[in-house]
């Protein structure tokens, strides 16, 4: 279901994630309680956004899911996560992380920066998803869901920072919030992403 603690990741030069100083710093292996704690942290936002877009306009509703399918099953896995050491790992025919869990890999593995355009993307998928609520409720009249649905995503923004962004190996994504020591480590661990960063 998830790629075995006890194997170092495909990308890393060493044998053994024992006592390695990487380890407690950033989650190089995943869980089910992350990507319980990850969908429990985003799934209020997805049933709030996918309420005011209906109350306003079914079709928009239709017309918004089929885009948040797109974006998060093949457009931010192109933009984002192939640029992520977890997308290298081989025979995994889908994502199994604490996010993305069961996304496609249909792109190929691209260590590395993301380029300008991609992060463009990559926000302007997320503003489409997330914003429309905050510019449909107040049309609507809704102040009371429009204060619930702002103050979730300030905390679901600030949570996955805590939790996730801290300790995520994609140092590509804009989010990421890795300090430089720990991504220095890792780095040292994992050559061909070290060059592929021009260190
Ligand atoms: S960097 Fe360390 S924790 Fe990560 S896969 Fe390699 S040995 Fe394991
Ligand atoms: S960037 Fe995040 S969501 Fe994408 S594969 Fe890596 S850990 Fe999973």
Known sequence: MFLDSGKTLSTCGRNTCEECDVSGRLKCHFNGKQLAVFLGMVAPLFIIAGYSIFIFNPLF?????????SYFGFIEIRVMCSHCPHYAEPGMKTLKCWANYGSPKLWKY?????SLMEKTVF????????LPPVLILPMLGQYLILVVYTALLIAWKTGLRLLFCKRCINFACPFNAVDKA?????FE???EIKQAWGR
């Open 61 to 69: 509703m239709i017309l918004w899911i089929a885009f948040a399918l």
């Open 110 to 114: 691209r260590p590395g920066p993301m």
């Open 189 to 191: 661990n994992n050559p």
């Open 123 to 130: 926000i302007t998928g997320l503003a489409v998803i997330f």
């Open 182 to 186: 720990a991504r220095n480590l890792f």
